[in-house]
């Protein structure tokens, strides 16, 4: 998997200071199971260190200016933006993960100001409003929402999720694979969002015969906007209890037990999701519940990223 990184994150020395914003999560963490493929459109025109620049909001059109002397340099990093965009679109990418608050990278964290210098509100950087322009539907990110348990347990999830779908694109499937594609997926799709996971249930159920390119189409259009919604406790909490359901005649009355009070621990946040899980899924092994064990939500990115284990990564 290949996910754009802003290249100050990953330790490279691009800043307008000649310095970095080395982000461990992203190198030593998710590096472990992706390609970090680094961009900077400032330092691509005006090398490092450079002067800092500002984005200002001159009558709704925004202008860059360098902060020493206000020389409009728009035109110059437009087109620094513009060598990164078609640097990366060589890429087949599956995310970016953007710095926060810079004039280029931010995501709708960046500060805009008025010709004055006084601070107007926020927007995005001119390169991650290009980026998001020309691929909509890629997990886009900054590192600063990353730090939280929530925000990163959600993304890496999407990330993994829109991989698995760009695979499985890439394999030109037919009818069985994406019908096997979607089932494993369920659960997932549940605790993400219940009509985006009906919906692509009707699309793979194909009620209006449709040629399967379109109706490829129509499902990777739901698919990839059901998986950037976020979880909640609410929904997970149904998940849980659906896949406990499958169990309902082996269980033994422990069993149930342990596995019921464990899902009512979790839905009042004493327990992280990883608890009832784990059941879960030693139950499914145990039982041989081969719909189950096929889950992606039981594992939706290797286990090693612990993102589960933290109370706060369920809202
Ligand atoms: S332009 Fe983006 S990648 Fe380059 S230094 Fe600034 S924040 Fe980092």
């Given at each position: 998997m290949?996910i ?89 990418l599956s995310g ?39 691929y909509?539907f890629l997990p886009m ?14 993304f890496v999830m999407q990330l993994f999720a829109y991989d698995a779908f760009e695979q499985l694109k ?50 990777e259009?739901?698919f990839k906007?059901?998986i950037a ?87």
């Open positions: 290949n754009a990184v802003s290249g100050c994150l990953l330790g490279e020395k691009v800043r307008y200071d000649g310095g970095d914003k080395h982000d461990l999560f992203i190198t030593d963490e998710l590096g472990k199971f992706a390609e970090l493929v680094p961009f900077c459109p400032e330092a691509v025109v005006f090398g490092t260190p450079r002067p800092t620049i500002r984005l200002v909001d001159d009558k709704k059109k925004i202008k860059v200016l360098k902060n020493n002397d206000f020389t409009d340099v728009t035109k110059e990093l437009q087109k620094g933006v513009k060598a990164e965009l078609k640097r990366l679109k060589q890429m087949r970016v993960i953007l710095k926060a608050r810079s004039p280029s990278c931010g995501v709708g964290t960046t500060k805009t100001y008025s010709k004055g210098g006084f601070i107007e509100g926020e927007s995005y950087g001119l390169f991650a409003k290009a980026f998001k322009e020309k909509p990110e900054e590192e600063d929402r990353l730090c939280d348990p929530w925000f990163r347990e959600n890439a394999s030109s499937p037919k009818m069985k694979e994406l019908v096997d594609f979607h089932t494993r997926y369920k659960f997932l799709l549940q605790a993400k969002d219940e009509k985006s996971y009906r919906e692509l249930g009707n699309v793979v159920a194909n009620h209006g015969s449709l040629e399967f390119g379109s109706l490829l189409k129509n499902y259009l739901l906007s059901a919604k976020k979880s909640s406790i609410k929904r997970n909490r149904n998940v849980l209890e659906h896949m406990a359901g499958f169990f309902k005649n082996e269980l033994t009355a422990d069993e149930k037990h342990t596995l019921h009070e464990q899902i009512e621990a979790y839905a009042n946040k004493r327990v992280p999701l990883i608890v009832p899980l784990s059941t879960l899924h030693l139950y499914a092994k145990k039982y041989e519940t081969e719909y189950l064990l096929n889950q992606v939500f039981l594992a939706p990115y290797p286990k090693e990223l612990a993102l589960r284990s933290h109370l706060q990564s369920s809202k």
